[in-house]
């Protein structure tokens, strides 16, 4: 088939990995660790201001009803309360919050809700007192009066209600309906000799990071400054967003950023708790904090991961060879889409995964029920995806009679094919697979786990071994926003993911790396601009300094978010290293009185080429540099800064008809991973005895860390395969509320992974580096899940629908669908 | 709860009134506190803000997730479902108090730091009591020993395995040290 290739000149052959690093590629120990490990982090919740006031938000108990009234007098009476606010009251005096959703005038999203509350959850009101204790006595004084609707529960009777509306002014309950069609699918699928079908469920879960979401308002309203210390959202290219809903001046809001006790995207953009917060401040005149409890987080924080219901078919080949792929997926929203389809973006990015797959069909229909909303949750719809994919190929080997890592060798991307462009337009930038797989296998002893697994079923035990070889997409690119809609109907096709830095390099020639977007949740992102930053000047990551700058009046940042920081800050910080060195070269030369060709960078400072005796070291120069401006060259500014943007390194627009969304995500990685269980057939409980993932994110930069993601990764991927489940009743009324029953793995949950890598680097970022944020979660449903089904083979089960609880393992076992 | 403690009044003068102040003294990391506290204050909330000492965190507010994990006369206790009357008379000891100066690290959070055993940092302080308690007990455990210990307290980053690599490497190089 025809691909769009006149961006393929763009992009050089993949170099061998960098070996001749200091500091990339070794596992330096973290900068950031020391003051976590004193208990010294200063997360949000640590936070005091003088004067300080304490929010709780009062929860709606109905999944669908009509506010008759509010009345807050008893609670504006208590003990310590300074003010209530109730949803009726917010409405007349903020705006909605940001909504990228479609059509959001018509699902017009608020921090209370006005006149209807859409789910379980959504705030009616916000107490304000001088501590806590006295804020939740008064919020139980506030009388609600509901006139209770019919709960809108199931999003497949929901797409063709009509009578029934979560939002009466969108007419309908599906917020979103396209189908795409990347090449010639009817055509594939006449020539394909057999055609596999399933049907899929994603079951909702949610991120769960320990430490909820939360912001301190500290209001001036002297000079209208509105000072927002936050956990969550602090990117500067959309802080205006924040500044809208709060109807003050984008130039007078600055959104600062504090470390944060874990976010897997569920942070990423969160605007409830900043603007919760910061009209509560606007309206006390006081610092007003609001920390989500946990059931604040679960019910009201905006973050539930996918929810959705599939249709899959694939077309292929006798010999396995796979031709075509059609996908019609539900997607269960709940009662807004602040992001709209972005999670299908990234489901798109790599809809045929590591297989060369001429065409695929994608369907999608965005259903509103009186649920949650959903959020970003690690892998954001390419989860799903991934385990989507996986789940046909197994049931393709299984029909074909073919090993599953034999039917997935067959399929594989050649290594002579990248950059590659898959049916919907995307670009992988580099790959090689099969040493993947190879070495996956290897690690595992896969010809002796399925010699044994023999043995052991033999003795009556239910061995099952799982295979997936699956991909992560890395570095989103603005155009999903809106490819979704057809041209005219987009007012501004955006095309940047901005991130931007600042370094200096002071009198005394120590570094300092200023970052402006959200900082640290885990991510390393302190240990990563330390790691670039140290290569670049040749000084040790632990005496580089790193600053995490507020949104006002700084340059534009889209922080994490599609495992892109690590790829993002490398370019950032080699940009701006080279503008600084460029300018230590311009001083080195004038001082020495040579050419600047003749010039070369060594070990920490420049020398004439071959003549260390010739040395000028950073810290020289930098003395001539903010001290002796008569040694600098004429024009030449005293100091050593720069800043620095990077942006997106490969985007390429959609096609008008959208038969091609062109390349937005383009630094792919990719990964095997291999385990082995025992299924108990009485309890349905799953063992885990052997586990080996090996993943490719290109060069790597600090491989400790990166194991550390990809383990941890793994971890939520087995919670979500076997136990994590966001359940709601027929009345809209979620069944899970606390730890005690939504079931995040313990210690005890998850194996010891067994991890190798290989390095294929991309050639379009610094030093060949993609993101890996993500791998481990977008790997184990996958693997967990074909290896419940070959440890259950004799009973005919296959896991259709995640989590494969105990529960319904049982329920299967019994014959209950699956 | 382990410790058992005078009630600071007699049983028949306990007053119901929930704003009522009960006196209590408890040390935390070696110093002695008196204060007044509301029969429902909880610990983690007398460590967090009346004593400032932030590094005890709270995430579930309920006793499963073992992030505000300290250590009530020895053994480690969910502050956040401990009241503070429950510690009137009592040893406790936080986060703040493990290390041994403000230059060194005590050997678990050194091993952690070394081995990666974590990442946001959010459940470390409740995970590092919880070591140290395990290598009290057992000074050379076992990696399953450790998972088992640990189950106690979750950790949404890690996966656990390099914590469990940390507590190893801690009692390794506390056994070399004793």
């Given at each position: 088939m025809t691909r769009t290739t006149d961006n393929q000149a763009d992009v050089p052959a993949p170099t061998a990995p960098h070996k001749d690093m200091k500091w990339i590629g070794r596992s330096v120990k973290r900068v950031e660790d020391p003051k976590l490990l004193r208990g010294l982090g200063r997360y949000i919740d640590d936070v005091v201001l003088p004067g300080m006031l304490h929010a709780v938000v009062l929860r709606s108990p109905h999944a669908h009803a009509r506010i008759v009234s509010v009345d807050a007098e008893r609670a504006r009476r208590a003990?310590?309360?300074?003010a209530v606010l109730t949803g009726p009251e917010a409405a007349e005096q903020f705006g909605p919050l940001p909504d990228s959703g479609p059509a959001p005038d018509k699902h017009v999203w608020r921090v209370l809700a006005a006149d209807k509350v859409h789910y379980v959850g959504e705030g009616v009101a916000v107490v304000v007192a001088e501590n806590r204790y006295q804020a939740e006595d008064a919020r139980a004084l506030i009388d609600v009066t509901y006139d209770v609707l019919d709960p809108i529960v199931d999003p497949i009777a929901a797409a063709e209600d009509t009578g029934n509306l979560v939002h009466e002014a969108l007419g309908t309950n599906v917020a979103y309906e396209r189908t795409f069609t990347f090449g010639e699918v009817a055509r594939d699928f006449a020539d394909a000799d057999l055609v596999v079908r399933d049907r899929l469920r994603w079951g909702r879960q949610t991120a769960h990071p320990l430490d909820t979401t939360a912001a301190i308002g500290d209001y001036d309203a002297g000079t209208g400054e509105m000072v927002v210390h936050t956990n969550s959202i602090s990117m500067t290219w959309l802080a205006f967003g924040a500044a809208v809903a709060l109807g003050i001046p984008s130039n007078k809001l600055d959104l600062r950023p504090y470390i944060s006790g874990g976010s897997f995207g569920s942070k990423q953009f969160c605007w409830r708790s900043t603007v919760t917060a910061a009209m509560m401040s606007k309206i006390t005149g006081r610092p007003v904090k609001y920390v989500e409890d946990r059931l604040d987080y679960q019910l009201n924080g905006d973050q539930h991961g996918s929810d959705r219901y599939y249709d899959v078919e694939l077309a292929l080949m006798r010999d396995g060879t796979f031709r075509s792929l059609k996908i019609d997926c539900v997607d269960d929203y709940g009662a807004y889409i602040q992001f709209g389809v972005g999670s299908h973006g990234n489901a798109l990015a790599q809809v045929t995964g590591p297989y060369r797959i001429t065409s695929t069909e994608y369907r999608v229909r965005a259903v509103l029920t009186n649920k949650t909303q959903q959020g970003a949750y690690r892998g954001f719809g390419a989860d799903a995806g991934n385990w989507a994919l996986e789940r046909i190929v197994d049931k393709a080997a299984a029909e074909l009679d073919l090993d599953p890592a034999d039917i997935r060798r067959r399929n594989l991307i050649p290594p002579d094919a990248f950059p590659y462009h898959i049916p919907s337009g995307n670009m992988y930038d580099s790959g090689n697979y099969e040493p993947v797989l190879d070495h996956a296998l290897q690690r595992f002893d896969y010809d002796g786990w399925r010699r044994k697994q023999e043995a052991m079923r033999a003795e009556g035990r239910k061995i099952g071994i799982g295979v997936v070889t699956a991909n992560e997409r890395s570095v989103y690119g603005a155009t999903e926003f809106w490819f979704w809609f057809d041209d005219k109907d987009v007012p501004v096709k955006t095309t940047s993911t901005p991130e931007g830095v600042s370094m200096t390099v002071d009198t005394v020639g120590a570094v300092t790396v200023t970052l402006y977007s959200t900082p640290f949740w885990g991510n390393s992102s302190d240990t990563v601009a330390a790691m670039i930053a140290a290569e670049e000047f040749d000084v040790d990551p632990a005496d580089v300094s790193v600053v995490h700058h507020g949104t006002k009046g700084g340059l534009p940042a889209a922080g994490p978010g599609g495992s892109r920081l690590t790829v993002m800050l490398a370019g950032a910080i080699t940009g701006a290293s080279k503008k600084i060195k460029d300018k230590l070269r311009r001083i080195a030369a004038h001082d020495m009185e040579v050419d600047e060709a003749d010039l070369e960078w060594v070990d920490g400072g420049y020398q004439v080429r071959g003549a260390t005796d010739s040395r000028r070291g950073i810290a020289d120069l930098a003395m001539l540099a903010y001290l002796v401006k008569t040694a600098l060259p004429d024009g030449e500014e005293s100091g050593l800064a720069a800043d620095f943007v990077y942006d997106h390194p490969h985007l390429t627009m959609p096609k008008p008809d959208r038969s091609d969304l062109g390349s937005f995500y383009p630094c792919v990685g990719h990964a095997c991973h291999l385990v082995a269980v025992e299924v108990d057939e009485e309890t349905g409980s799953v063992d885990i005895l052997d586990y080996v993932a090996v993943h490719d994110s290109g060069t790597l930069v600090n491989p400790r860390s990166y194991d550390g993601q990809i383990v941890g990764g793994t971890a939520q991927g087995i919670g979500t395969a076997l136990a994590e489940e966001m359940t709601y009743d027929a009345g809209g009324n979620p069944l899970v509320g606390t730890f005690w029953d939504y079931l995040i793995p313990t210690a005890l949950d998850v194996p010891e992974v067994n991890f190798g890598h290989e390095e294929t680097p991309s050639p379009i970022t610094a030093h060949g580096i993609k993101g890996g944020g993500e791998a481990g979660r977008l790997m184990a449903p996958g693997a967990l899940s074909a290896a419940i089904d070959d440890a259950l083979r004799d009973h005919g089960v296959r896991v259709t629908e995640l989590p494969a609880t105990p529960e319904r393992i049982v329920g299967w076992l019994q014959g209950q669908g699956g | 709860m382990t410790a058992t403690h005078e009630p600071a009044t007699g049983v028949d003068e306990i007053d119901t009134d929930p704003a009522a102040l009960h006196p209590i003294t408890i040390t935390v990391n070696g110093t002695t506190h008196r204060l007044a506290v509301e029969g429902r204050r909880l610990l983690v909330d007398v460590l967090r803000q009346d004593l400032r000492l932030t590094g005890t965190h709270t995430g579930c507010d309920q006793g499963v997730c073992g992030v505000c994990t300290v250590r009530l006369d020895g053994a480690t206790v969910r502050s956040c479902i401990t009241l503070a009357v429950q510690a009137d008379g009592a040893d406790v000891r936080t986060i703040e108090g493990v290390a041994p100066d403000t230059r060194t690290l005590h050997p678990v959070q050194q091993a952690f730091w070394e081995k990666q055993g974590l990442q946001c940092g959010f459940c470390t302080p409740g995970m590092v009591l919880r070591v140290q308690e395990i290598l009290e007990q057992n000074p050379c455990p076992t990696r399953a020993q450790v998972r088992e210990g640990i189950s106690s307290n979750l950790c949404r980053c890690t996966g656990y395995q390099f914590i469990v690599d940390a507590a190893v490497e801690a009692a390794e190089r506390m056994a070399e040290g004793s």
């Amino acid at each position: 088939m025809t691909r769009t290739t006149d961006n393929q000149a763009d992009v050089p052959a993949p170099t061998a990995p960098h070996k001749d690093m200091k500091w990339i590629g070794r596992s330096v120990k973290r900068v950031e660790d020391p003051k976590l490990l004193r208990g010294l982090g200063r997360y949000i919740d640590d936070v005091v201001l003088p004067g300080m006031l304490h929010a709780v938000v009062l929860r709606s108990p109905h999944a669908h009803a009509r506010i008759v009234s509010v009345d807050a007098e008893r609670a504006r009476r208590a003990p310590g309360v300074v003010a209530v606010l109730t949803g009726p009251e917010a409405a007349e005096q903020f705006g909605p919050l940001p909504d990228s959703g479609p059509a959001p005038d018509k699902h017009v999203w608020r921090v209370l809700a006005a006149d209807k509350v859409h789910y379980v959850g959504e705030g009616v009101a916000v107490v304000v007192a001088e501590n806590r204790y006295q804020a939740e006595d008064a919020r139980a004084l506030i009388d609600v009066t509901y006139d209770v609707l019919d709960p809108i529960v199931d999003p497949i009777a929901a797409a063709e209600d009509t009578g029934n509306l979560v939002h009466e002014a969108l007419g309908t309950n599906v917020a979103y309906e396209r189908t795409f069609t990347f090449g010639e699918v009817a055509r594939d699928f006449a020539d394909a000799d057999l055609v596999v079908r399933d049907r899929l469920r994603w079951g909702r879960q949610t991120a769960h990071p320990l430490d909820t979401t939360a912001a301190i308002g500290d209001y001036d309203a002297g000079t209208g400054e509105m000072v927002v210390h936050t956990n969550s959202i602090s990117m500067t290219w959309l802080a205006f967003g924040a500044a809208v809903a709060l109807g003050i001046p984008s130039n007078k809001l600055d959104l600062r950023p504090y470390i944060s006790g874990g976010s897997f995207g569920s942070k990423q953009f969160c605007w409830r708790s900043t603007v919760t917060a910061a009209m509560m401040s606007k309206i006390t005149g006081r610092p007003v904090k609001y920390v989500e409890d946990r059931l604040d987080y679960q019910l009201n924080g905006d973050q539930h991961g996918s929810d959705r219901y599939y249709d899959v078919e694939l077309a292929l080949m006798r010999d396995g060879t796979f031709r075509s792929l059609k996908i019609d997926c539900v997607d269960d929203y709940g009662a807004y889409i602040q992001f709209g389809v972005g999670s299908h973006g990234n489901a798109l990015a790599q809809v045929t995964g590591p297989y060369r797959i001429t065409s695929t069909e994608y369907r999608v229909r965005a259903v509103l029920t009186n649920k949650t909303q959903q959020g970003a949750y690690r892998g954001f719809g390419a989860d799903a995806g991934n385990w989507a994919l996986e789940r046909i190929v197994d049931k393709a080997a299984a029909e074909l009679d073919l090993d599953p890592a034999d039917i997935r060798r067959r399929n594989l991307i050649p290594p002579d094919a990248f950059p590659y462009h898959i049916p919907s337009g995307n670009m992988y930038d580099s790959g090689n697979y099969e040493p993947v797989l190879d070495h996956a296998l290897q690690r595992f002893d896969y010809d002796g786990w399925r010699r044994k697994q023999e043995a052991m079923r033999a003795e009556g035990r239910k061995i099952g071994i799982g295979v997936v070889t699956a991909n992560e997409r890395s570095v989103y690119g603005a155009t999903e926003f809106w490819f979704w809609f057809d041209d005219k109907d987009v007012p501004v096709k955006t095309t940047s993911t901005p991130e931007g830095v600042s370094m200096t390099v002071d009198t005394v020639g120590a570094v300092t790396v200023t970052l402006y977007s959200t900082p640290f949740w885990g991510n390393s992102s302190d240990t990563v601009a330390a790691m670039i930053a140290a290569e670049e000047f040749d000084v040790d990551p632990a005496d580089v300094s790193v600053v995490h700058h507020g949104t006002k009046g700084g340059l534009p940042a889209a922080g994490p978010g599609g495992s892109r920081l690590t790829v993002m800050l490398a370019g950032a910080i080699t940009g701006a290293s080279k503008k600084i060195k460029d300018k230590l070269r311009r001083i080195a030369a004038h001082d020495m009185e040579v050419d600047e060709a003749d010039l070369e960078w060594v070990d920490g400072g420049y020398q004439v080429r071959g003549a260390t005796d010739s040395r000028r070291g950073i810290a020289d120069l930098a003395m001539l540099a903010y001290l002796v401006k008569t040694a600098l060259p004429d024009g030449e500014e005293s100091g050593l800064a720069a800043d620095f943007v990077y942006d997106h390194p490969h985007l390429t627009m959609p096609k008008p008809d959208r038969s091609d969304l062109g390349s937005f995500y383009p630094c792919v990685g990719h990964a095997c991973h291999l385990v082995a269980v025992e299924v108990d057939e009485e309890t349905g409980s799953v063992d885990i005895l052997d586990y080996v993932a090996v993943h490719d994110s290109g060069t790597l930069v600090n491989p400790r860390s990166y194991d550390g993601q990809i383990v941890g990764g793994t971890a939520q991927g087995i919670g979500t395969a076997l136990a994590e489940e966001m359940t709601y009743d027929a009345g809209g009324n979620p069944l899970v509320g606390t730890f005690w029953d939504y079931l995040i793995p313990t210690a005890l949950d998850v194996p010891e992974v067994n991890f190798g890598h290989e390095e294929t680097p991309s050639p379009i970022t610094a030093h060949g580096i993609k993101g890996g944020g993500e791998a481990g979660r977008l790997m184990a449903p996958g693997a967990l899940s074909a290896a419940i089904d070959d440890a259950l083979r004799d009973h005919g089960v296959r896991v259709t629908e995640l989590p494969a609880t105990p529960e319904r393992i049982v329920g299967w076992l019994q014959g209950q669908g699956g | 709860m382990t410790a058992t403690h005078e009630p600071a009044t007699g049983v028949d003068e306990i007053d119901t009134d929930p704003a009522a102040l009960h006196p209590i003294t408890i040390t935390v990391n070696g110093t002695t506190h008196r204060l007044a506290v509301e029969g429902r204050r909880l610990l983690v909330d007398v460590l967090r803000q009346d004593l400032r000492l932030t590094g005890t965190h709270t995430g579930c507010d309920q006793g499963v997730c073992g992030v505000c994990t300290v250590r009530l006369d020895g053994a480690t206790v969910r502050s956040c479902i401990t009241l503070a009357v429950q510690a009137d008379g009592a040893d406790v000891r936080t986060i703040e108090g493990v290390a041994p100066d403000t230059r060194t690290l005590h050997p678990v959070q050194q091993a952690f730091w070394e081995k990666q055993g974590l990442q946001c940092g959010f459940c470390t302080p409740g995970m590092v009591l919880r070591v140290q308690e395990i290598l009290e007990q057992n000074p050379c455990p076992t990696r399953a020993q450790v998972r088992e210990g640990i189950s106690s307290n979750l950790c949404r980053c890690t996966g656990y395995q390099f914590i469990v690599d940390a507590a190893v490497e801690a009692a390794e190089r506390m056994a070399e040290g004793s």
